[in-house]
């Protein structure tokens, strides 16, 4: 389906377009929530041939709401076609762990599909393409596609902790009884996993310093272990993983990369590390970042307690080992 347009429509590929993510994403960039209401979008989804009927189900549909920004939609099983001419690369298909499964069959899963992404995109990507990866486990997919995309500049891959620094967010306004919007600067650190470690000791509330406003225990025992256990809470209570709030984290992600971050604030996000804050360069680590100008850069001079520092490094550590064991796997070099 094609419109006339006056502006050149962003390509926008989705992967795992089929499933729960996508389906709750894909309404959201056509209407114009991804980029600006002024921006018009083309959408390309890719699935597995087994999933590419219902996701023309999904374009059917797209078509039924006749978003005035949507300038088309097509289905894709070939990653080459799908990643053809992209600007902005959504990869959310990622192959699940299920019964039985170990931790390096579910990297080397994930391995096979992220490495040909990668080389799809370095293969036919436009030049200001910019990837994030929500499958899990994202960080490392994310490492894998970029180190499959050579002639990509490697800040262009990014790996989401959107959700779990909304997360963070939500859990503080319920605690300091402040609404959302008067919380400034919470940071996402290390591994999009149990790992992670959700960092307060910078934030502010309506102006105030957060650590001035609730006491270590609630941090330690409560506050910290909630968010970064979220997404099993979720599970468990749903009986499904998240799927509206990571899809609107990932609107929130690429909105951010593209429009920048409000004067005075900071956000978080799986950017490839230059070594800040001891994390080893080249990893795929969450930080406090800034975007300006369509870049990320991470907010530097922060000071790091002993509480922080050793959280940091746990999560560091575990993002380690998963690049160990995708080398072991020959998945990257
Ligand atoms: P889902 O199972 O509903 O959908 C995944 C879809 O991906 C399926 O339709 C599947 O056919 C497709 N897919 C699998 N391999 C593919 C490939 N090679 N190419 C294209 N598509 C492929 O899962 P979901 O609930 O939408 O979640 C998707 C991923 O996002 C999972 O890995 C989940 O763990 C992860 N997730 C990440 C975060 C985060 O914060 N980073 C949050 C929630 C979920
Ligand atoms: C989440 O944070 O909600 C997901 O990453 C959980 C999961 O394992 O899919």
Not at 1 to 24: D, E, F, N, S
Not at 134 to 153: R, Y
Not at 193 to 213: I, M, N, W
Request: charged share 20%.
């Amino acid at each position: 389906r094609q419109k006339l347009m006056t502006k050149t429509p962003v390509t926008v590929t989705v992967t795992g377009a089929a499933g729960q993510i996508g389906y709750a994403l894909l309404f959201r960039i056509a209407s114009g929530h991804l980029l600006g209401a002024d921006v018009p979008v083309r959408l390309r989804l890719l699935e597995i041939p087994a999933a590419t009927k219902a996701a023309q189900g999904t374009a059917m549909e797209l078509d039924d709401c006749a978003f005035p920004l949507l300038a088309g939609v097509d289905v894709f099983d070939d990653p080459k076609a799908a990643f053809d001419g992209v600007n902005v690369a959504l990869l959310v298909g990622a192959r699940p762990r299920t019964k039985g499964m170990e931790r390096g069959d579910l990297l080397e899963a994930n391995g096979g599909i992220f490495g040909p992404q990668g080389a799809a995109i370095n293969a036919g990507a436009a030049s200001d393409v910019r990837v994030l990866v929500v499958g899990n486990p994202a960080n490392t997919n994310a490492l894998i596609a970029q180190q499959h995309a050579p002639d990509v500049p490697a800040d262009r891959f990014t790996a989401m902790t959107r959700l779990d620094h909304n997360r963070a967010l939500a859990q503080l306004a319920a605690k300091l009884q402040v609404p959302v919007a008067e919380l400034r600067k919470v940071t996402i650190w290390g591994n999009h996993s149990a790992t992670q470690y959700p960092d307060v000791f910078h934030a502010e509330a309506a102006g105030r310093a957060v650590k001035d406003l609730v006491d270590q225990a609630w941090l330690a025992d409560e506050f910290i272990p909630r968010v970064a256990k979220r997404g099993a809470e979720i599970i468990e209570v749903r009986g499904a993983s998240s799927a509206a709030s990571a899809a609107s984290a990932a609107i929130d992600h690429v909105h951010t990369w593209v429009n920048g971050t409000a004067e005075g604030d900071w956000t978080s996000a799986a950017i490839v590390s230059d070594g800040s804050y001891g994390v080893p360069a080249g990893l795929i680590s969450s930080f406090p970042v800034t975007s300006t100008g369509g870049k990320w850069e991470i907010v530097q001079g922060l000071e790091i307690s002993e509480f922080s520092r050793a959280r940091i490094d746990a999560s560091v550590a575990e993002l380690q080992e998963e690049r160990t064991a995708v080398q072991g796997l020959g998945l990257i070099k």
